[in-house]
């Protein structure tokens, strides 16, 4: 678990996600109407890869928790080496804020967070995917110092513009 001034970042592991699948019990509230089909499948993806390499829970998908309740998932995209520029010393992280809880700095809180873990494991380049109207993520990765180094084309989410947070000095 990570956990910030005000956030739980709550690691799911294969079982914790098949159980989110199902509308089964979890440790903290869920909104009603998720996960919805975009995010269903991507929980499916996710399970399917930790059953296959349960090395992968070292970089995981979190439910982010506020006062015993998901707001929204951050994570890596897997282990080093797992991003969109293949760069084999470096991750990706994705994030969504469901749109209830936006604006209350809790993806900067949560981004912040993950920087500083995979710090810890010894990463210090990070990767972020984002697309190219999605404001408040540019906003959010420009201000955290992250720089645009690319675009590609994603067949789940469209064009998305390619940053990158390297490390300082």
Same mark, same amino acid.
């Given at each position: 678990?990570i956990e910030t001034e005000r956030l739980r970042l709550v690691p799911l ?24 089909? &975009?995010? !269903? ?9 930790? &059953? ?24 890596? &995209?897997?282990?080093? %080496? ?11 992280? %994705?994030?969504?804020?469901?749109? /209830? &809880?936006?604006?209350?700095?809790? !993806? ?9 873990h995979a710090r810890g494991q010894g990463i210090h380049r990070v990767i972020?995917?984002? %697309? ?23 067949? /789940?989410?469209? /064009?998305?513009?390619?940053f990158e947070l390297r490390p300082s000095g």
């Amino acid at each position: 678990m990570i956990e910030t001034e005000r956030l739980r970042l709550v690691p799911l592991d294969a079982e914790l996600m098949e159980a989110l699948l199902a509308g089964g019990d979890v440790p903290f509230t869920v909104p009603p109407d998720w996960p919805d089909e &975009h995010d !269903a499948r991507f929980l499916r993806l996710r399970a399917r890869q930790l &059953h296959e390499s349960p090395e992968r829970l070292a970089w995981p998908v979190c439910a982010i928790v506020r006062d015993g309740a998901m707001v929204g998932h951050i994570g890596y &995209h897997g282990p080093p %080496g797992a991003n969109a520029l293949r760069a084999p010393d470096a991750v990706e992280i %994705g994030y969504t804020i469901f749109p /209830e &809880h936006r604006r209350q700095g809790y !993806a900067t809180e949560a981004v912040r967070a993950l920087l500083e873990h995979a710090r810890g494991q010894g990463i210090h380049r990070v990767i972020a995917s984002v %697309g190219p109207r999605n404001e408040p993520s540019l906003a959010l990765v420009r201000r955290l110092g992250f720089v645009e180094v690319g675009r590609h084309w994603d067949d /789940e989410d469209g /064009e998305e513009l390619e940053f990158e947070l390297r490390p300082s000095g």
